[in-house]
């Protein structure tokens, strides 16, 4: 593996008292699509804000494209591309003119037409920015973190706002930019998307990274078995679930309950005695691999969206 | 890759497009300069006072005074019956009635003169230091005429500044500071804006330099600030009939520009306080409202009571709006121009600094 194009150990970053990042540590290598999967408030946008030249760390040490982002200034920014969260761009331009006005702070700048077309916003070229829908605003915002052709681009949760359509989309633009050689650096919080387009994905909760591994592999390493899924509304609780053969661990959230077991025939077969002995109706009842979503909350005990 | 010209447009395009704004820094004061032409304008120039003459004596003397005062051009005179001409006074057909009494010439005659009587309306202004004086001097010239008398002391008044100066002449340079006043102050409101939306922040992760996007936007208020004085003066001119200095216009240019600048360092300064875009309307207004009552713009300074006068003075409305109107119609100075000059630069310099002290991208 060539130089990593990030290198960060034991970053921290506090907001008074609240230890926002908590001694992060991690590389990120040139060409690789890695993610950062975590609920709000995991310390996921900080970290990324620090590696943009953004926030000022308190300790650790960060490495980007070899230079420290806090004290690179210009040369760095010329460098990485970046897409917040939440910026309402210049509410009464029009898509074409904001593109071409980011692309004039750059030496290097893609077409503002090839870029309109890349994010497949044609038809909404001479549209003004306040009345374009969340999803376009975010396609556009995409294709300003992309203006100047960098060779890294940080995207913080860059499908927010948008239909599942849009995002498969915006999925398959993210692809193209790895396909072009660029390191992207991505937040999000939709499992979907991290086990899509991540080559690695490092889990983030209380400002810390509690797993860091491709997407399968983290599956893999935290769960050997599969999960058994249905909906009863009468009698059967979690701890009930936990005490059938092969269960290695059962969760219900109201009505909807999920078994993981080591052997399903093993596990099904107590589930039908049990739910017949208690009368109780068992629906839309199927077996599935472990995701990303039942990694995070075994790991952390909560969801996702939490 | 200069970022200058293209911020410029987008400041451009994101004015003209935006109503609001176009409202309150364009028509508002063409509005504004334009009711206040239209009710305290001189009108036309060469327009003279109607007057009533009624004519209740038949004698030469009589007749003698109805020519000397038909000879002045600033009264138009109209004959008529004492009661239809009482009634056009009460009408404000006529700004007075000058009766000359029945018995005028005998009365002359017999060294013991009738008075003239004058009817006016004394809450007219205009008939008051108008058309009273031009009346006096009229009675006077007849007088001379039916006495056989040589006037002995005659003087030549030569005034100081410019020739007449009138309500309209005071109020128009003051209204157009009062315009970059507000030009500048509000317009800080776009950055307000910028940082409330987080594009600040964005620009911040580009290389763009701080310089070239207040660089820009401040050349930008200017621009608009140009455009603002130049229309108003013009509309000053046209509609309330101000004799502009024009030979000062490039250096009331030069001014209106320093003034917004300082103007715009304090909307700078007062837009670190504010969150959004509302929270920095009260602000400005707490700080603009004051200075249009005390800073000389629409009372003189010398009718405000002596108290007052340290809030003034610290005022930097009073500055440009004397220097304005000094440089436009050569008003009497309250200060030296150097000192107008050099107060609107230590403002600028005081607020400017300050602002960049407490910028802030988010």
């Not at chain 1, 077309?117 to 556009?140: C, F, H, K, P, V």
């Not at chain 2, 009264?75 to 009408?91: F, S």
């Not at chain 2, 763009?208 to 608009?224: I, K, S």
Request: hydrophobic residues 50%.
């Amino acid at each position: 593996m060539s130089t990593p194009v990030i290198q960060v150990r034991d970053l921290r970053k506090a907001y008074g008292d609240l230890q926002a990042v908590a001694g992060v540590t991690f590389e990120v290598a040139d060409g690789e699509v890695f993610g950062m999967l975590g609920p709000n408030g995991a310390g996921k946008t900080t970290t990324v804000e620090i590696l943009e030249g953004l926030r000022i760390r308190d300790s650790g040490e960060v490495g980007v494209l070899g230079m420290d982002p806090a004290t690179s200034g210009r040369d760095f920014k010329r460098l990485v591309g970046v897409q917040l969260q939440q910026v309402a761009l210049y509410p009464r331009l029009r898509v074409h003119e904001v593109i071409s006005l980011f692309g004039s702070f750059y030496e290097r700048q893609a077409e503002t037409e090839e870029l309109i077309a890349l994010m497949g916003l044609e038809d909404r070229r001479n549209a003004r920015i306040a009345e374009l829908s969340g999803g376009q605003a975010q396609r556009l915002s995409v294709a300003l973190a992309v203006v100047n052709m960098p060779r890294l681009v940080f995207l913080d949760e860059p499908s927010t706002g948008m239909d599942p359509q849009a995002r498969r989309n915006l999925w398959d633009i993210i692809e193209g930019f790895k396909a072009r050689g660029m390191t992207v650096v991505l937040t999000t919080h939709y499992m979907e998307e991290a086990e899509r387009l991540c080559d690695r994905v490092a889990v983030m909760d209380h400002g810390r990274v509690i797993a860091l591994d491709s997407p399968s592999a983290l599956v893999r390493e935290n769960f050997a078995e599969d999960a058994i899924e249905f909906v009863s509304n009468d009698g059967l609780s979690e701890h009930d679930l936990g005490k059938l053969a092969a269960v290695t661990s059962a969760s219900s959230q109201g009505s909807a309950h999920s078994i993981f077991s080591s052997d399903i025939p093993r596990t099904m077969g107590s589930l039908l005695d049990l739910a017949q002995a208690r009368g109780a109706p068992l629906e839309g009842m199927r077996v599935r691999h472990a995701t990303l979503e039942d990694v995070f909350l075994k790991l952390t005990g909560r969801t996702l969206r939490d | 890759m200069n970022a200058f010209l293209p911020l410029f447009r987008t400041n451009y395009r994101d004015f003209v497009r935006d109503r609001t704004a176009l409202f309150w820094t364009i028509a508002f004061p063409v509005l504004f300069i334009g009711i206040f032409g239209i009710v305290l304008g001189r009108g036309d120039e060469g327009a003279s006072y109607e007057v009533g003459l009624v004519v209740e004596d038949q004698s030469p003397q009589a007749a003698a005074l109805s020519q000397v005062l038909s000879g002045f051009e600033a009264i138009a005179l109209t004959r008529g019956e004492r009661e239809t001409e009482i009634a056009m006074l009460a009408d404000g057909e006529r700004r007075a009635v000058v009766v000359v009494p029945q018995g005028f010439g005998s009365s002359i005659s017999r060294d013991a003169p009738l008075p003239l009587q004058v009817h006016f309306d004394p809450s007219q202004q205009t008939t008051q230091q108008v058309v009273i004086p031009v009346l006096l001097r009229a009675f006077e010239v007849a007088d001379r005429a039916l006495t056989q008398t040589r006037p002995v002391v005659t003087a030549e008044f030569e005034t100081l500044q410019s020739e007449r100066l009138q309500v309209i002449d005071f109020i128009m340079p003051g209204l157009i500071a009062m315009s970059v006043m507000n030009g500048g102050v509000f317009g800080a409101i776009a950055m307000v804006s910028l940082r409330e939306r987080r594009v600040l922040r964005r620009l911040s992760a580009t290389p763009l330099p701080a310089w070239a996007l207040v660089g820009a936007d401040v050349t930008f208020r200017m621009v608009v600030v140009l455009v603002q004085t130049v229309l108003l003066v013009i509309l000053a001119v046209l509609i309330g009939g101000v004799s502009v200095k024009v030979e000062n216009l490039p250096a009331l240019a030069g001014v209106a520009v320093l003034g917004g600048l300082a103007f715009v360092a304090i909307g700078f300064f007062l837009g670190a306080f504010a969150k959004t875009e509302q929270g920095f309307f009260p602000i400005a207004q707490v700080v603009t409202f004051p200075m249009l009552f005390l800073s000389g713009i629409f009372f003189p300074l010398d009718s405000m009571p002596d108290w007052i006068r340290p809030v003034v003075s610290a005022m930097p409305l009073t500055y440009l709006g004397d220097a304005m109107r000094q440089l436009m119609v050569g008003g009497a100075p309250v200060h030296s121009m150097a000192l107008n000059l050099g107060v609107l630069t230590a403002f600028l310099v005081v607020f400017f600094g300050l602002a960049v002290r407490l910028f802030k991208y988010e």
